[in-house]
């Protein structure tokens, strides 16, 4: 049998997601990306400047699923689906779940695995704490935060099944990994007015992966969190009044700046040096 592993991408559907899953589909990953809306996931395509085919065995699925609706996303699927497979059209399928396309693209002599995920979708701040909504407020933690942790806690748990059935991949193939996008703005050092909850709910998430980390330490699946500063094209810049642009600027210098494909070749480079032992 020939195992093939699979990486989950949470807001693939643009940014830094996107350039992701670029990126992982260019090394020759198949990816399931996930993005909030049946709207957005049809702007997933197969060509330069998104997804690749490199092989026949290669496959990919764009998946919508709503983070805002935490928890109730969780059990409420089907999830609308559209399937990429070499040398055919786009697919329209549903999902019962996230680990579904691994299960329905294997067969007697393929095996698809999920050995990676990213969680990158999240949604930013656009006014001071005083004025952001209660709404606004859960809808920031529930996707940036809330929903990382519950994607994060299915896939260990089915990384963990994966090595309990075939321990031998995990001796020759990178092991199992989570990477988690946080941002510059969950350090105490950065106090830029109109990023509180969304700095909040980054540094949450980067706390929370350094002692997941420890907590994976013995089943052999490592944790990340990479922190970006300012990139270019990102909602999160947009959406910044112009003073918390250059005060955010003057606060890192503008030679922090970096790119959404940047950010991809980091996650790359996580991924692919974190081999076992032999």
């Known amino acids: 049998m020939y195992h093939f592993p699979v990486a989950i991408v949470t807001g693939a559907t643009r940014g830094i997601g996107k350039a992701i899953s670029q990126k992982l589909s260019q090394e020759g990953l198949s990816c399931i ?17 998104h997804l690749q085919l490199r092989s026949s065995h290669q496959r990919h ?21 559209i399937e990429y497979v070499k040398g055919k059209p786009p697919l329209e399928q549903k999902y019962s779940t996230v680990f579904e396309p691994c299960d329905k693209w294997t067969d007697d002599g393929l095996h698809y695995y999920v050995n990676l995920l990213i969680n990158c979708a999240g949604i930013t701040q656009e006014s001071l704490s005083i004025r952001t909504t209660s709404s606004q407020i859960q809808d920031i933690m529930n996707v940036n935060f809330m929903s990382s942790v519950t994607m994060t806690n299915l896939c260990v748990k089915n990384m963990m099944k994966s090595q309990r059935k075939w321990p031998e991949l995990f001796t020759e193939s990178a092991r199992p990994t989570i990477i988690n996008i946080s941002s510059i703005l969950q350090s105490g050092k950065m106090n830029i007015p109109g990023t509180s909850v969304y700095s909040a709910s980054k540094a949450a998430l980067s706390r929370y992966t ?63 040096c974190r081999t076992l032992d032999k």
């Open 33 to 49: 990306m996930l993005g909030s809306t049946k709207e957005s996931i049809k702007y997933t395509i197969v060509g330069k400047d």
């Open 61 to 81: 699925c764009a998946m919508a699923i709503d983070f805002k609706k935490w928890p109730q996303w969780v059990a409420c699927g089907p999830y609308n689906g």
């Open 210 to 272: 350094e002692v997941l980390a420890k907590e994976m330490e013995p089943r052999n699946i490592h944790c990340h969190t990479i922190s970006p500063g300012l990139v270019k094209g990102t909602d999160m810049i947009r959406n910044l009044t112009v003073a918390s642009q250059e005060a955010l600027t003057g606060a890192i210098g503008a030679n922090s700046m970096t790119t959404p494909a940047e950010v991809a070749q980091q996650v790359w480079s996580l991924y692919n």
